[in-house]
């Protein structure tokens, strides 16, 4: 479904990602690890329009998108649930559902996709008219996946959705990231530090160190290989 070739971006004179390739099958979870700074934001940034690569392309569906509009991407179904959440702080919570959906005209299927995520995440409905910046940190991730999911993705870009969340809630978060990939046939590209948590629900994961893939093969692979996991897996 995708592929990355060869990309290559910087933010300004710093070199971010050295000719970074990647391949995300459909209907597949593939993981990007990595330490901080190692270029995993920034890969999700330019297949989802938030950064033009000065080489290489993007293909999804083998049609080149790289530099293209993040709003001509989010019409592709491509979506993006970024570092940090990045909601829609002083809007209610089914504001900023609904603002997912801004691209759609079916009303129909809109009203349907919102008790979707309703039903996958139960505290959205029950604060469905609260603000949604007084959420809980959990709660607003929950909101985040929800408003990437209105408008109906066939690719999920996920940036660190355990990040500072308790253990409990990173568990029904990751057990929802598995239904969405199973149940609607989402296809996950997947960001996580959390290298043991992302490889239990991924199928292929891929090594970052410096901007360069420096370790990739199958997800139960990577969890068995000792010495990936001591030098760049924390664990």
């Not at 607003?140 to 990437?148: D, E, H, K």
């Not at 993705?153 to 969405?180: K, N, Q, T, Y």
Request: with cysteine; proline share 5%.
């Amino acid at each position: 479904m995708l592929e990355v070739r060869n990309i290559r971006a910087s933010y300004g004179p710093v070199i971010a990602l050295h000719d970074i390739s990647l391949t995300v099958p459909e209907g597949q979870i593939v993981t990007v690890l990595g330490a901080n700074g190692a270029g995993k934001s920034t890969t999700l940034r330019v297949i989802s329009g938030l950064l033009r690569p000065a080489a290489g392309s993007v293909l999804f569906e083998g049609q080149p998108i790289q530099g293209k509009p993040a709003d001509w991407i989010v019409r592709q179904r491509i979506c993006h649930v970024p570092e940090g959440r990045q909601i829609f702080a002083t809007l209610t919570v089914e504001a900023n559902l609904n603002l997912g959906a801004y691209s759609r005209k079916d009303k129909a299927g809109i009203k349907a996709d919102l008790q979707r995520v309703f039903d996958y995440f139960p505290r959205l409905a029950e604060r469905r008219r609260q603000v949604a910046g007084t959420l809980s940190g959990g709660e607003q991730q929950m909101l985040a996946i929800g408003r990437a999911l209105m408008a109906r993705p066939r690719l999920l870009l996920l940036d660190e959705p355990s990040l500072g969340l308790a253990p409990l809630i990173v568990r029904d978060i990751f057990g929802i990231i598995r239904a969405i990939n199973e149940e609607d046939r989402v296809t996950i590209l997947l960001i996580e530090q959390d290298a043991r948590l992302a490889l239990s629900v991924a199928s292929y994961g891929y090594v970052l160190e410096t901007g360069r893939v420096v370790v990739n093969e199958p997800a139960a692979d990577l969890a068995r290989n000792e010495t990936v996991r001591k030098s760049y897996l924390g664990y």
